[in-house]
């Protein structure tokens, strides 16, 4: 078969696509990390539970998936805080300078028996929710809707994110303590505060990507700790804290991911975006947009 | 180190330490002492011992088949429960079931428990060729017999295991002979359908199926057009769409063990709008066909379970219903049920023909089996490796039903062809 300008067009702009749902399942971690210093290994058990939530509320209602997007996000930035507000800040307080290693096991263990629960309550089967977007045709390509729908969430929600950590105090506020924690502290910053709203933020962002993966793909309890995984990847690749980096990265994997299926078969995908991200740690260690 | 380093330094050695884990854990697990089976005393149960995927990848296979056994075992139970021969008497089976997370290491742990702490009598294998592969060698070196319940892979049964014998027909092509030769050879004779897709996954199982569909296009005039095998859970099909959508195959075979992959396939189809003249979907389990809704219309695949068809020990339809009453499962929803029910028979057959319940007699007891079953007439093929007889019928699915197609004998309806396309349905 020939690779014709558009055949590979289309690929790469699927790759985009692809990145930008990654990225979106990532930011929300990112920020968190980078804000609070807490590695919230539940943040893919968050993705799981808001796709589950969004397949049973779709399979009861029979609510057009489109208002999911305005339920789902909401309710997980609620559980968030609460999240933050009852287990993560009484141990951030016991170990103020080093919340690290606690906050993993502590999360780990959060995810673990919210998988436990989801089994038990709803299977540990896949769950998706079947939609009728028709694809998006435009000069002999064929673009899928849902996928173009995730690209602009996530380019949103870097917009947004870019914003309020630039243009509002509270912002202002959360890159102090991303650059300074300790500084930011002395500067009379409310982190425990910010830190709530933040990780509010951040698990909304995991619900709104919960969404979409039900859509696009399918959500199973068991597939949380692997989806956190993936996204530290993309964190690694893109510098901790860094939105913008995050999106580079996750639209890099993306492409090189379809690119490589196209050229070289899929089975090559995964192995050339990992030999892709050790090189780009050896090279950029701080993240590949870092300065 | 800097915060930054730090913050890039810890997920990666806490990947590194997870994958660490997986290899080491086997090594772990297998420190169990071997050889310690005491002699049998006359039990107050026969312990039948298996893993299932409760959890994981193949749950959407096989989920519910733990209830499935333990309610078998119920129903036995109250009707007295096996003769066995060296007692003299009737005695209730139990079934010791654990999860094994659709995942080798920690099917190989609960083997070995199963084996040395549970003391099990006969063993039942785990779902796929995948996890059979792993397991297989840990039942040999203990020697309990095995009936493997869901591997078709030929590898299974070249391993020249003593202890094990499996219900399914392992050659490549059993999977797809009714759906290549009764449904697809007339549509090529006629000139309707002339180019063939495969894209499969690089399990054991999938390999064959996809190795048998090479072999039967080539045999009804077929021609291959396009072939890729993709990673095991593999959900991402832009390349692959992309290059299919300019070969344009008449028909699409698609196998993955794993029920996401299959869910993002077909729906990735759909997004894109492309729409072969006939969809061959070689496993429409209850993981896939639920999420896909009625996108999963028109598809065929494969199912062993029909009911009714057969019967065999604890096979009518009054004691299948009540199974299905008592375990709360839709049994027809089920296409694996109708190969996991068979070595469910087989296992109490062989217990009641054994002279002892000790291993060797168990074996050979399995080993001389003839019976008839749910699925069919059943036995286990010296010449193959002990492989079973069991083959899966053609179904395609319409509103989440399956409706068998064929072989001819077994077809309750006709071939809807072609495909319709997604643009046209509702």
Same mark, same amino acid.
């Given at each position: 078969?020939?690779?014709?300008?558009?055949?590979?067009?289309?690929?790469?702009?699927?790759?985009?696509?692809?990145g930008g749902?990654l990225a979106l399942a990532a930011i929300g971690l990112s920020l968190v990390l980078g804000?609070?210093?807490?590695?919230?290994?539940?943040?893919? &058990?968050?993705?799981?539970?808001?796709?589950?939530?969004?397949?049973?509320?779709?399979?009861?209602?029979?609510?057009?998936?489109?208002?999911?997007?305005?339920?789902?996000?909401?309710?997980?930035?609620?559980?968030?805080?609460?999240?933050?507000?009852?287990?993560?800040?009484?141990?951030?307080?016991?170990?103020?300078?080093?919340?690290?290693?606690?906050?993993?096991?502590?999360?780990?263990?959060?995810?673990?028996?919210?998988?436990?629960?989801?089994?038990?309550?709803?299977?540990?089967?896949?769950?998706?929710?079947?939609?009728?977007?028709?694809?998006?045709?435009? &000069?002999?390509?064929?673009?899928?809707?849902?996928?173009?729908?995730?690209?602009?969430?996530v380019?949103?929600a870097t917009?947004?994110l870019w914003?309020?950590?630039?243009?509002?105090?509270?912002?202002?506020?959360?890159?102090?303590?991303i650059?300074?924690?300790?500084?930011?502290?002395?500067?009379?910053?409310?982190?425990?505060?910010?830190?709530?709203?933040?990780?509010?933020?951040?698990?909304?962002l995991?619900?709104?990507?919960?969404?979409?993966?039900?859509?696009?793909?399918?959500?199973?309890?068991?597939?949380?700790?692997?989806?956190?995984?993936i996204a530290l990847i993309l964190i690694a690749l893109g510098g901790v804290g860094n939105i913008l980096g995050t999106l580079v990265s996750g639209i890099i994997v993306g492409v090189t991911?379809?690119?490589?299926?196209?050229?070289?078969?899929?089975?090559?995908?995964?192995?050339?975006v990992?030999?892709l991200f050790?090189?780009a740690l050896?090279a950029r260690p701080r993240g590949v947009l870092s300065e | 180190?800097?915060?930054r380093?730090?913050y890039v330094?810890?997920p990666l050695?806490?990947?590194?330490?997870?994958?660490?884990?997986?290899?080491?854990?086997?090594?772990?697990?297998?420190?169990?002492?071997?050889?310690?089976?005491?002699?049998?005393?006359?039990?107050?149960?026969?312990?039948?011992?298996?893993?299932?995927?409760?959890?994981?990848?193949?749950?959407?296979?096989?989920?519910?088949?733990?209830?499935?056994?333990?309610?078998?075992?119920?129903?036995?139970?109250?009707?007295?429960?096996?003769?066995?021969?060296?007692?003299?008497?009737?005695?209730?089976?139990?079934?010791?079931?654990?999860?094994?997370?659709?995942?080798?290491?920690?099917?190989?742990?609960?083997?070995?428990? /199963?084996?040395?702490?549970?003391?099990?009598?006969?063993? /039942? #294998?785990?779902?796929?060729?995948?996890?059979?592969?792993?397991?297989?060698?840990?039942?040999?070196?203990? #020697?309990?017999?095995?009936?493997?319940?869901?591997?078709?892979?030929?590898?299974?049964?070249?391993?020249?295991?003593?202890?094990?014998?499996?219900?399914?027909?392992?050659?490549?092509?059993?999977?797809?002979?009714?759906?290549?030769?009764?449904?697809?050879?007339?549509?090529?004779?006629?000139?309707?359908?002339?180019?063939?897709?495969?894209?499969?996954?690089?399990?054991?199982?999938?390999?064959?199926?996809?190795?048998?569909?090479?072999?039967?296009?080539?045999?009804?005039?077929?021609?291959?057009?396009?072939?890729?095998?993709?990673?095991?859970?593999?959900?991402?099909?832009?390349?692959?769409?992309?290059?299919?959508?300019?070969?344009?195959?008449?028909?699409?075979?698609?196998?993955?063990?794993?029920?996401?992959?299959?869910?993002?396939?077909?729906?990735?189809?759909?997004?894109?709008?492309?729409?072969?003249?006939?969809?061959?979907?070689?496993?429409?389990?209850?993981?896939?066909?639920?999420?896909?809704?009625?996108?999963?219309?028109?598809?065929?695949?494969?199912?062993?379970?029909?009911?009714?068809?057969?019967?065999?020990?604890?096979?009518?339809?009054?004691?299948?219903?009540?199974?299905?009453?008592?375990?709360?499962?839709?049994?027809?929803?089920?296409?694996?049920?109708?190969?996991?029910?068979?070595?469910?028979?087989?296992?109490?057959?062989?217990?009641?023909?054994?002279?002892?319940?000790?291993?060797?007699?168990?074996?050979?007891?399995?080993?001389?089996?003839?019976?008839?079953?749910?699925?069919?007439?059943?036995?286990?093929?010296?010449?193959?490796?002990?492989?079973?007889?069991?083959?899966?019928?053609?179904?395609?699915?319409?509103?989440?039903?399956?409706?068998?197609?064929?072989?001819?004998?077994?077809?309750?309806?006709?071939?809807?062809?072609?495909?319709?396309?997604?643009?046209?349905?509702?």
């Amino acid at each position: 078969m020939t690779l014709d300008p558009t055949l590979i067009l289309e690929v790469i702009i699927n790759g985009v696509l692809l990145g930008g749902i990654l990225a979106l399942a990532a930011i929300g971690l990112s920020l968190v990390l980078g804000v609070t210093g807490v590695l919230n290994i539940m943040h893919g &058990q968050f993705l799981v539970l808001a796709g589950t939530l969004s397949y049973l509320i779709h399979l009861a209602l029979k609510l057009n998936p489109i208002i999911l997007f305005i339920i789902i996000p909401p309710l997980f930035f609620l559980i968030g805080i609460s999240l933050e507000r009852s287990l993560i800040r009484p141990l951030v307080s016991r170990t103020q300078s080093t919340p690290l290693l606690p906050s993993i096991l502590v999360t780990f263990g959060l995810a673990l028996i919210v998988q436990d629960v989801l089994t038990f309550a709803v299977g540990d089967v896949a769950k998706g929710i079947p939609t009728h977007f028709p694809p998006l045709k435009f &000069q002999g390509l064929q673009l899928p809707m849902p996928k173009l729908l995730s690209l602009f969430s996530v380019l949103t929600a870097t917009l947004s994110l870019w914003f309020f950590l630039v243009h509002t105090s509270t912002g202002n506020a959360a890159r102090a303590i991303i650059q300074d924690r300790e500084g930011a502290m002395l500067c009379g910053i409310d982190i425990p505060r910010i830190s709530m709203l933040i990780f509010g933020i951040g698990a909304a962002l995991a619900g709104l990507a919960g969404v979409y993966y039900s859509i696009i793909y399918t959500v199973q309890a068991s597939m949380g700790i692997t989806l956190t995984m993936i996204a530290l990847i993309l964190i690694a690749l893109g510098g901790v804290g860094n939105i913008l980096g995050t999106l580079v990265s996750g639209i890099i994997v993306g492409v090189t991911h379809t690119v490589v299926e196209l050229l070289l078969g899929a089975a090559w995908s995964l192995p050339v975006v990992l030999l892709l991200f050790i090189a780009a740690l050896l090279a950029r260690p701080r993240g590949v947009l870092s300065e | 180190m800097g915060r930054r380093e730090f913050y890039v330094a810890v997920p990666l050695a806490l990947s590194l330490g997870f994958l660490l884990g997986v290899v080491i854990h086997p090594f772990l697990v297998s420190t169990t002492l071997p050889g310690l089976q005491t002699p049998l005393k006359p039990p107050v149960e026969i312990r039948i011992g298996a893993t299932v995927s409760l959890t994981g990848p193949f749950a959407g296979d096989v989920g519910v088949f733990d209830k499935i056994m333990h309610s078998f075992a119920d129903l036995v139970n109250r009707r007295g429960g096996i003769f066995i021969k060296e007692l003299g008497q009737r005695v209730p089976i139990k079934f010791i079931i654990y999860d094994d997370a659709s995942d080798t290491v920690t099917a190989i742990k609960f083997y070995e428990k /199963l084996i040395t702490e549970d003391k099990v009598h006969l063993l /039942l #294998g785990p779902f796929s060729s995948k996890l059979t592969l792993a397991v297989g060698p840990v039942v040999e070196k203990h #020697g309990v017999p095995i009936i493997w319940t869901a591997a078709q892979a030929p590898a299974v049964y070249r391993q020249g295991w003593k202890y094990a014998v499996g219900v399914l027909d392992e050659r490549p092509t059993a999977w797809g002979e009714p759906y290549f030769v009764n449904v697809l050879a007339p549509l090529v004779e006629k000139g309707d359908i002339k180019t063939i897709a495969l894209i499969h996954d690089d399990t054991p199982h999938s390999l064959s199926v996809n190795e048998g569909a090479k072999i039967l296009s080539e045999r009804i005039g077929l021609k291959v057009v396009f072939e890729e095998k993709i990673p095991f859970g593999h959900t991402d099909f832009s390349g692959i769409l992309a290059k299919l959508r300019r070969i344009k195959p008449d028909i699409i075979h698609f196998k993955a063990d794993s029920p996401p992959s299959g869910v993002a396939f077909v729906r990735q189809l759909k997004e894109v709008n492309l729409s072969p003249k006939a969809l061959y979907f070689a496993e429409p389990v209850p993981g896939v066909l639920e999420p896909l809704g009625r996108d999963a219309d028109y598809l065929v695949g494969a199912t062993y379970t029909v009911l009714g068809v057969f019967q065999g020990p604890f096979g009518d339809l009054s004691f299948l219903a009540e199974l299905a009453k008592t375990a709360n499962v839709e049994l027809e929803r089920w296409p694996w049920f109708g190969i996991y029910y068979p070595a469910m028979q087989a296992a109490i057959s062989a217990l009641e023909a054994s002279d002892s319940l000790k291993p060797d007699d168990i074996l050979r007891a399995l080993k001389n089996l003839h019976i008839m079953t749910i699925s069919g007439p059943l036995r286990f093929d010296e010449a193959r490796g002990f492989a079973g007889t069991l083959r899966p019928l053609t179904v395609q699915i319409f509103n989440g039903k399956y409706l068998v197609i064929a072989p001819p004998e077994f077809a309750k309806a006709s071939y809807v062809h072609p495909f319709k396309p997604w643009d046209a349905r509702g």
